[in-house]
């Protein structure tokens, strides 16, 4: 039996990477698969949960006749790999990503796999990424979850097949926009509210009484703030990654706010109502249409 | 056997109130409970699911010889009761509430019970609020749930203990402290919170792309926006009713976010990584703190 993708090198075997290669083995859609990574005992653990068949050599032998390089690491680790590989990899080999910003990437790719820019496909699976490590690695992650290609003006058509392929056999729903449009919405729906979070949560922190408003702060406050729990390593990267659509996204929030102020300095009831009800209508139908 | 509390008449027979009334039944610590509200059908499922004894003919039945009025309504709704029920209350009936906001219900109590002050007692049980009627209640709401207290200048402290030991028969902690010091706690760690979800909600919904951008959002968005699916019209309520202490964390986020805009705009990390840092170690402190 062939499978669809019979060498996969995955640089970073964490809950991403890890998930994925937990999903295609699941799928019986890979052969082997290789792993890269800076923790030699996070590497041990991945064999042990069947997540990685070996540990590569270097990056040079991971490449080697890989199908497909999926690069799942933090992007400021990406240029050094990019670079590293270059020369390693197969004529046809795809080069993909996993990262929550899309128009860094594509210009990495550019810079340093200019070469190889017909089989670079970057990708952004959205799923959650607070646990970390390849001991969270789970097959369903992706089940159901969108995953977003963006392939340069470069990329082959066979390549965004083949990555596409790759990413239904996980579960995920695909769909392809420009980097542009990806990191726009996402600026809008994910990179400000963490950023509204770790703002929150830092004023409040900051206050002399803070003991005692943590002390009452209950289940809205705990929900509202979840994200800022995330790493924030990574999130200051995302923001300043996508540094002009999130200022964009922080102006019209902001000029929201400005609104909201003067709705409630002049007791405008019914222009907070407005604003409330319209808020709480697109919530529920929202929700309505996510399953979880 | 007796009991701490032979009668309770409870306005407002919702998750708020019939929590009350299921708690102190399964302590043994009330006779009778008397339910008066402005729906039948709810009120005869509070009878059939042991909440209240029955239902009251008028206002006047509803407070006569009872030991303890609790108000479990909209704030909106308080002052007419307030005056509806004064001429009947017992000389030494509790008349307490469960509002989220204690400055404006201080205010309805001096205002309509003048005669009565001794025994008035402001109290807001800190429990989840996102289900509504009778059917919601649970016996367990406030089972290790923060209740803040803030008595009138005027309240005796026999008063203060008898609506302490109803609460503490519900499980809950109990706190005191000033209705203006509970208002400019509850302004930053959950009124701000809902505007903020509120603002959020409403500016992507106002969106031309708003059906792609909802269609991308994921877990994180959904946790932060959850408290946007609260009813608009309690929480206008709420926002009005504590409008200083909302207005000032309104104006000090902002000012939060003008020096996080900055820092973005500057692509300055290291301002931008000690906020998300300061915020995500002091949120997962709280987090280790809490229990859900």
Redesign the interface.
Known sequence: MTVALPKLALFGVGLIGGSVALALKQAGAVGEVVGVGRSTANLEDAIKLGIIDRIAADAADAVRDADVVLLAVPVGQMAGIMQTIAPHLAAHAIVTDAGSTKQDVAALMQQHLGAHLAYCVPAHP???AELSGASAARADLYQS??L?LTPLAATHPDAIARVTAMWQACGANI?RMSAAEHDA??A???H????????????????D??D??????????????????????M??DI??AN?PA??AE?????A???K??EA??N?D?AA??Q??????????N??A??T?
């Not at 400000?192 to 206050?207: C, E, K, Y």
């Not at 002390?215 to 995330?230: K, Y």
């Not at 922080?250 to 902001?254: F, G, N, S, T, V």
């Open positions: 959205i799923a959650g979850r969108n977003v769909s919405i996402f809008a729906v994910s400000l509210p963490h950023l509204l979070a770790f703002a929150l949560v830092d004023m409040i922190a900051q206050r009484n803070a005692q408003l943590f002390g009452f702060a209950a289940s809205g406050f705990r929900d509202f703030t979840r994200i800022a729990g995330s790493s924030p390593e999130w200051r923001a300043l540094q999130l200022l922080l102006d019209a929030y902001q929201q706010l400005d909201l102020r409630l300095a007791l009831s907070l109502n604003v409330f009800s319209n808020a709480q209508q697109a919530r529920q929202w929700a249409r996510i979880d």
